[in-house]
């Protein structure tokens, strides 16, 4: 059972806008903390954009200005908004998130199975 899917990749040319999505879930009651990391071919995975529980967020000094992420609590949702592309932002986009599952009494981190981005100049 995935506890995060993500939804949103694809192939834009430089300068396109691409917006990717992190479903929870109903297996997950709660996230505290989440994020998006990327993986290109050949590299170590990144920690590209953060959001905590109060919507504090940090990002990678390449990707800001123009990436956004945001959180829909409610739907146990986060989005990653991404502007401007360029090809170095080709990768596979990955969702984490510390979150409570149902039964569960303590916060575990989970990962999705991870969204292409693929950007051509």
């Known amino acids: 059972q995935a506890m995060l899917v993500e939804s949103g990749g694809g192939l834009v040319q430089s300068g396109e806008s691409l917006r990717l999505s992190c479903a929870a879930s109903?297996?997950?009651?709660?996230?505290?903390?989440a994020a998006w990391y990327r993986q290109a071919p050949g590299k170590q995975r990144e920690l590209v954009a953060s959001?905590?529980?109060?919507?504090?967020?940090d990002y990678l000094d390449s990707v800001k200005g123009r990436f956004d992420i945001t959180r829909d609590n409610s739907l146990n949702r986060v989005y990653l908004q991404m502007n401007n592309l360029k090809p170095e932002d080709t990768a596979v986009y990955y969702c984490?998130?510390?979150?409570?599952?149902?039964?569960?009494?303590?916060?575990?981190?989970?990962w999705g199975q991870g969204t292409q981005v693929t950007v051509s100049s």
């Open positions: 984490w998130a510390d979150a409570l599952p149902y039964g569960g009494d303590a916060y575990k981190q989970y």
């Open positions: 109903g297996y997950i009651r709660d996230i505290n903390r």
């Open positions: 959001i905590t529980r109060g919507d504090a967020r």
